[in-house]
């Protein structure tokens, strides 16, 4: 079983007009209904930081979560965040972007990496006291543009630090488009085996041209959980590219689909919230 996240708010968050809070719920409800394992469907941030996403509890109101086996995805950046995020019950998972780039660490939470290990222990102790998971990012993952270190000695460390804090959901990402087959065979080939009841997702991003052979790679070497955004809206806005976005979740599921691997995914819903995503970016 394959485990597709699709990340909407992820696609929405960069968008500078705002986009009614009644458009996100119809179009979060349909994707509710397309059987994804995992909706991140928002975030729990300063609005000054996001003005997107400053609606998302409002949004949530609007979900009809009574059909669904979907589990909701609310990304946190602090233990404010996460006290206001964990007051929902309808939310499964909070998620926090841990940099294993100090440089990025600080441009993108305003804290050091020692810092961020601090905050990631808060947002645990109120996942552990709310009954939800923590899932940590690890963004930088397969390099960085700043010249800080980075090997799987590195990755490694860190996620030794977030597994002994109870951490079990790890998910690598791309934050700007540089992995390619040979980094993402050398991360998930050494990780996964070494931790086989840590659960190592995929965050890609990446140009239409690379996106397949980064899904195959990581599948091959043991990867089962693959976030995304319909046509791939979004992205890091420090990728420098206008080409790179976000894993195109079409294109998951059509691979997936090809290769007899199961998602979960109603392909005929699915295909609707497509459409609809073209009233919902029009951008």
Request: charged fraction near 20%; hydrophobic fraction near 40%.
């Amino acid at each position: 079983m394959v485990k597709l996240i699709e990340c909407p708010r992820d696609a929405m968050q960069g968008i500078k007009t705002f986009i009614p809070t009644a458009t996100k719920a119809r179009y979060l409800n349909l994707l509710l209904q397309a059987g994804f394992d995992t909706l991140d469907f928002g975030s729990f941030v300063s609005p000054k930081a996001i003005p997107q996403m400053r609606d998302t509890a409002d949004v949530l109101s609007q979900l009809d979560l009574s059909a669904s086996s979907t589990r909701l995805l609310a990304i946190v950046a602090n233990r404010r965040g996460a006290q206001d995020a964990a007051q929902f019950e309808e939310i499964s998972y909070l998620g926090y972007p841990f940099s294993i780039s100090e440089t990025f660490q600080l441009r993108n939470t305003n804290a050091t990496i020692e810092e961020s290990i601090a905050r990631v222990q808060q947002i645990q102790d109120i996942c552990l006291a709310s009954g939800k998971a923590l899932v940590v990012y690890i963004s930088m993952g397969f390099g960085n543009p700043y010249g800080d270190p980075w090997n799987v000695e590195i990755v490694q460390k860190w996620a030794d630090r977030l597994i002994s804090m109870g951490i079990n959901i790890l998910q690598l990402s791309d934050t700007i488009g540089v992995a390619s087959p040979e980094s993402i065979a050398y991360l998930f080939s050494y990780l996964t085996p070494h931790y086989p009841q840590t659960e190592f997702g995929a965050h890609f991003h990446t140009v239409p041209n690379k996106w397949e052979e980064k899904i195959a790679t990581a599948y091959q070497h043991g990867c089962r959980r693959f976030d995304g955004a319909i046509k791939g809206y979004g992205g890091c806005p420090m990728a420098k590219d206008d080409l790179t976005g976000n894993m195109p979740t079409e294109n998951m599921v059509r691979y997936f689909h090809e290769i007899g691997a199961d998602t979960g995914v109603d392909r005929h819903t699915f295909s609707q919230a497509m459409a609809m995503a073209g009233e919902v970016f029009p951008f």
